[in-house]
């Protein structure tokens, strides 16, 4: 700890400081997802502004730099396991285990220029606006997005950010194998090439898959175009993929679809599993034998949204029955879209070979209390 709030310092002495994020929140901590920690000068004093991000709220609290770096004491190696410091020199990685052990890691800086610390800045998004591909895919004109994809906008960022503070998480080198299956017109598939690859001067090799033919030869034109020989996408159907998976990513994929993409990933022990689940019609359709919930179930809604939870709740079990630390939170703000739920897993070093059987029992007596005979995912591995 010494060491990093010693390099924060210099950071700040030296106008290299971009930001800090803190991830990985502790069980205890569970409602306090992450805090995001940037420069701001007040009345000619420079302070960290911390954004607490809790599951229904964002909190702002502003500190001098010794005030931010007792808090940093106060989080980092308790509330959180991993501290993330950009600089425009170097970025640098404090994370802790279990037993609260530390280790310091140092890397090539991701950001090249330092934000503006005016308190009343613009957010400082990790996609700017300016970037090549936003125009190619018609987001944005001229270098700034074009008002009818403000919310789209906002969803890549928010996607970046994930993935980001996840492979952070993960075991994985710079040349990773990223699968992104039902990629449709390759906004977010774009969008975490452009920040792996520019940004953090990484080699990964992103392969987009997507039914519709049209769709993957214009997502490979415009890659072509971009000259990122290491974007490529694949007209086929996901359940036709078996190569190597490091990272399987499958945003709104629609009912079984999602299962199959998961499935892929356990099967091909991939170290990051990352979906936004779409409909749950297998699981509402199974439903049966309920007699006491029928006086609530008998408004259509209620039964989608009992459907959607007990799918993914499953889900969620057995990827953790699988080796797996998952994660189910809110992707957007449902003003934005409503399929906005998102599954993480991150593969534990220590992955059970088998499948852990109490888990798999818990779930049999979920699906025995809702009358389910079998969820599709295990149809898949089992």
Known sequence: MEEFVAVLQESIEENWFVKITLSKSAPKSADLRNIYIRRIDLKGRVHLSFTYRYNSKDIVKNYILSEAIEKLYQHLGKDFLTGTLLTIEQDVVIQ??????????????????????????????????????????????????????????????????????????????????????????????FALYEYLFNQKKQQPEITGIELREHLSHFC??????????????????????????????????????????????????????????CCHKQIRRAMKGQKFLNSILKNGILEERQAEIITDGIRAMILEAHGYQTKVFEFVSLEHTAKNLMITAVRKEDAPEKPLDDILEQVDKIKMQFGIDQHYLEKLLF
């Not at 895919?137 to 993935?163: T, W």
Request: charged letters at 30%.
């Open 96 to 189: 802790f285990n279990k037993k609260r052990k530390s280790r310091i890691q140092y890397r090539k800086p991701s950001v090249r220029k330092v934000p503006d610390s005016n308190h009343n800045k613009i957010r400082n998004y990790l996609i700017e606006e300016d970037c090549d591909f936003l125009e190619k895919l018609g987001i944005a004109s001229e270098g700034r997005v074009n008002k009818a994809h403000q919310d789209k906008y906002r969803q890549i960022n928010k996607f970046v950010e994930i993935m980001d503070s996840l492979l952070l998480q993960s075991r994985l080198s710079d040349t990773i194998k990223i699968v992104d299956m039902g990629c449709g017109k390759g906004y977010l598939t």
């Open 220 to 277: 490979n034109k415009a890659a072509r175009n971009l000259g990122w020989d290491k974007l490529n996408f694949l007209s086929q159907d996901i359940a036709d993929y078996n190569n190597k998976i490091d990272v399987l990513i499958a945003l709104h994929a629609c009912d079984t679809a999602t299962d199959i993409a998961i499935a892929k990933g356990i099967l091909a022990k991939a170290e990051l599993i990352v979906t936004a689940p």
